[in-house]
């Protein structure tokens, strides 16, 4: 069973910057989209940015110009630098894939476990 691993959360002052990683448990045949989302307590689930197969990417009005998301297709693995982070960044940031695991296996949607990130001074 695939799982996807997030590393990089932790407590950062106003203004800092973070960046997240999450990576694929074993060798991917295909992955189609991955994206990272957020929740604060007490709020719904956020899509913050999202990157394609062929390199695309989109990111949340609230973040653009301050996260940018990227990948290691060899690692299979996507990041998302956090810059100018703001206290309302504050959130579990999970990571979630599209993928294909296997040469003629099906597309399937995996989530990580989530990474705290607390901004604060």
């Known amino acids: 069973q695939v799982q996807l691993v997030e590393f990089g959360g932790g407590l950062v002052q106003p203004g800092g910057s973070l960046r997240l990683s999450c990576a694929a448990s074993?060798?991917?045949?295909?992955?189609?989209?991955m994206r990272w989302y957020r929740q604060a307590p007490g709020k719904e689930r956020e899509l913050v940015a999202t990157?394609?197969?062929?390199?695309?990417?989109t990111h949340a009005d609230s973040v653009k110009g301050r996260f940018t998301i990227s990948r290691d297709i060899a690692k299979n693995t996507v990041y998302l630098q956090m810059n100018s982070l703001k206290p309302e960044d504050t959130a579990v940031y999970y990571c979630n894939a599209d993928l294909q695991a296997r040469l003629g296996s099906s597309v399937q949607n995996y989530w990580g476990q989530g990474t705290q990130v607390t901004v604060s001074s």
């Open positions: 990157i394609s197969s062929s390199g695309r990417t």
């Open positions: 074993e060798s991917i045949f295909n992955i189609l989209y």
